[in-house]
T-cell receptor
Framework: GQQLNQSPQSMFIQEGEDVSMNCTSS?????WLWYKQDPGEGPVLLIA?????ELTSNGRLTAQFGITRKDSFLNISASIPSDVGIYFC????????????FGTGTRLTIIP | DAGVTQSPTHLIKTRGQQVTLRCSPK?????VSWYQQALGQGPQFIFQ???????QRGNFPDRFSGHQFPNYSSELNVNALLLGDSALYLC????????????FGSGTRLTVV
């Protein structure tokens, strides 16, 4: 099945640094979502984006819905140890019960 | 308020066997979706159930089947297991009429040997 392309695949940063990651698709989505998955757990929704060009924040997290509707970006400011995990983007043709198409994931590690 | 509950948490099966995984949705949710997450990959959509019927299906063979019960809980069945079916199987529940997105369970880790 289709998977969206996420980059970078992994990141090693120091606590306090800012983080940027992105997600691209060959097809258009009308809703973009960002999830975080901790080991042994299911994905947890961080941010949902519903409109091309939209910029949305949730605490230290900021995400943008690309203007072409084929990409999205996630930034994390002033990283802390609990930010460690795998971040997934997901696209939906419409918000609600439409299936999610997930990205390949970005693994974030914080170096002591 | 319990979230999405999946059982069992871990399972080891032999190639060729059949397996049944179970999911209880979050209270107030009536729709259940199943995803397969292979190691190092993002989840892949298998199918979705609402009102005890399969509403959407991803690109998975007929060996993968499901069921939804009147209490909204759901089962995922996989027949003739292959080594490649080894994965984390995630259940996600939602409200068909709502717009609040999915709540995922912690998954069932299936290992086929």
């Amino acid at each position: 099945g289709q998977q969206l392309n996420q980059s970078p695949q992994s990141m090693f940063i120091q606590e306090g640094e800012d983080v940027s990651m992105n997600c691209t698709s060959s097809s258009i989505f009308n809703t973009w979502l960002w999830y975080k998955q901790d080991p042994g757990e299911g994905p947890v929704l961080l941010i949902a984006l519903y409109k091309a060009g939209e910029l949305t924040s949730n605490g230290r997290l900021t995400a943008q819905f690309g203007i072409t509707r084929k990409d999205s970006f996630l930034n994390i400011s002033a990283s802390i140890p609990s930010d460690v995990g795998i971040y997934f983007c997901a696209g939906q043709l419409s918000f609600g019960n439409e299936k999610l198409t997930f990205g390949t994931g970005t693994r974030l590690t914080i170096i002591p | 308020d319990a979230g999405v509950t999946q059982s069992p948490t871990h399972l080891i099966k032999t190639r060729g066997q059949q397996v049944t995984l179970r999911c209880s949705p979050k209270s107030g949710h009536d729709t259940v979706s199943w995803y397969q997450q292979a190691l190092g990959q993002g989840p892949q959509f298998i199918f979705q159930y609402y009102e005890e019927e399969e509403r959407q299906r991803g690109n998975f063979p007929d060996r993968f089947s499901g069921h939804q019960f009147p209490n909204y809980s759901s089962e995922l069945n996989v027949n003739a297991l292959l080594l490649g079916d080894s994965a984390l199987y995630l259940c996600a529940s939602s409200s068909f009429q709502g717009h609040h997105g999915y709540t995922f369970g912690s998954g069932t880790r299936l290992t086929v040997v």
